[in-house]
Nanobody, 124 residues
Framework: QVQLVESGGGLVQAGGSLRLSCAASERTFSYYALSWFRQPPGKERAWVAAFISRDLTTYYEDSVKGRFTISRDNDKNTLYLQMHSLRPEDTAVYYC?????????????????WGQGTQVTVSS
């Protein structure tokens, strides 16, 4: 059973930074894609960023470009999301997800495994 465990969430003031981690129970390079999604209060879960293992490319949702960085440490089987210049609208539960086969990376249904989520709250 594949397990993904997120950590690193918390409360931060606007303009601050956080780094989220997602520890995987299997080698991270075995997945086609690893992504971060987020679900703000009362809203649907939405894609934030993706890391494609095959060619090490990264993709970002427009509102986080230039502020967030997704990365992977194969030795630690861990996915990261470094977040800078946080805004109140970034407040959400953040989830990591893993896709085992090629599929659109910004689509919820493309992912086979999910973590339990970590809360990020940005105060104004």
């Amino acid at each position: 059973q594949v397990q993904l465990v997120e950590s690193g969430g918390g409360l931060v003031q606007a303009g601050g930074s956080l780094r989220l981690s997602c520890a995987a129970s299997e080698r991270t390079f075995s997945y086609y894609a690893l992504s971060w999604f987020r679900q703000p209060p009362g809203k649907e879960r939405a894609w934030v960023a993706a890391f494609i293992s095959r060619d090490l490319t990264t993709y970002y949702e427009d509102s986080v470009k230039g502020r967030f960085t997704i990365s992977r440490d194969n030795d630690k089987n861990t996915l990261y999301l470094q977040m800078h210049s946080l805004r109140p609208e970034d407040t959400a539960v953040y989830y990591c997800a893993a896709a085992t086969t090629p599929a659109p990376t910004n689509v919820h249904g493309s992912y086979d495994y999910w973590g339990q989520g970590t809360q990020v709250t940005v105060s104004s």
